[in-house]
């Protein structure tokens, strides 16, 4: 669908009625337009052509396309455009079984042996100046980075890991999760949390530093102790948060108006 025909598909919209700001009544009207007329992927008409379209400021018009890239239904790309986002990834219940197991949508990047942060070691039920593995992982959808996560796994999890099985980096990483799967899973706990992207997370994501992001945290139990530990920082504009192994319940933060199933 072309950006001419986009063009057109657009009416003129009368503002001065509408007692709520003007870029936001504007970014309900897109947002209707996006769920109904755009393909994932295509390329919105330029600013000039949007606020004639819509009889509105400039200004006005990108306030509104504004909220709507930081609501996750808009991406900016140099030399493209303003282009029409990717759905939103479930981030809840997804995971069933160890990570690195068949169906396992992340991309292991390096592994290292190194002391954890306190709080991982206590909750790891380790000693605090106990080395363990620290698998680094990422996780790309439609081509942009979605999400960054640190898997601390304790040397007694994987005994039969070896240098000459795992040397380094991504190889050794793969080597980690592949002795995970030799452990019984009996049970694992999750909990989610916003938080605000560090500066190391940010250049991993590509957002600035202070970016909304969802902090998922995973426990992961075998032979009566925590086996592995997750902590994966999510994009907040790429994401919804969803319960339950069928995905029935959702929390959608762009649309309000829609209802849990």
């Known amino acids: 669908m072309g950006t001419l025909q986009a063009e057109n598909r657009v009416g003129t919209l009368r503002l ?27 390329v919105l008409p330029n600013e000039r052509a949007l606020a004639a ?56 990047v390096d592994c290292a042996l ?37 898997l601390y796994v304790p040397q007694a999890s994987v005994p039969e890991l070896t240098a000459i099985d795992a040397p380094s980096g991504p190889a050794r990483a793969r080597a980690v999760l592949r002795e995970l799967q030799h ?13 605000s992207a560090r500066a190391d997370d940010a250049k991993e994501l590509d957002r600035l530093p202070g970016a909304p992001v969802l902090v998922v945290t995973t426990r992961f139990f075998a032979g009566g ?3 592995a530990l997750s902590a994966a920082t999510y994009r907040a504009d790429t994401c919804r948060l969803t319960f339950g192994a069928s995905g029935g319940v959702e929390i959608h933060h762009d649309d309000p108006a829609r209802r849990a199933s």
């Open 16 to 42: 001065e009625t509408v007692p709520e700001p003007k870029y936001w009544h504007l970014k309900t009207v897109l947002t209707e337009a996006l769920d109904s007329e755009f393909a994932v992927g295509e």
């Open 53 to 108: 379209r819509f009889g509105v400021a400039r200004a006005t018009l990108r306030q509104a396309l504004e909220q709507l890239e930081l609501e996750g239904r808009l991406q900016r790309r140099r030399g493209v455009g303003t282009t029409v986002a990717p759905p939103r990834v479930d981030v809840g219940a997804e995971r069933n079984g160890w990570p690195g197991a068949p169906g396992d949508t992340w991309n292991p």
């Open 114 to 150: 190194a002391v954890p942060p306190a709080a991982v070691a206590d909750a790891l039920g380790a000693d605090r100046d106990e080395p363990v593995h620290i698998v680094r992982r990422s996780r790309v959808s439609h081509g942009r980075p979605l999400a960054a996560e640190l």
């Open 183 to 195: 452990l019984e899973l009996e049970s694992q706990d999750r909990a989610v949390e916003l938080g």
């Open 225 to 227: 102790r925590t086996a």
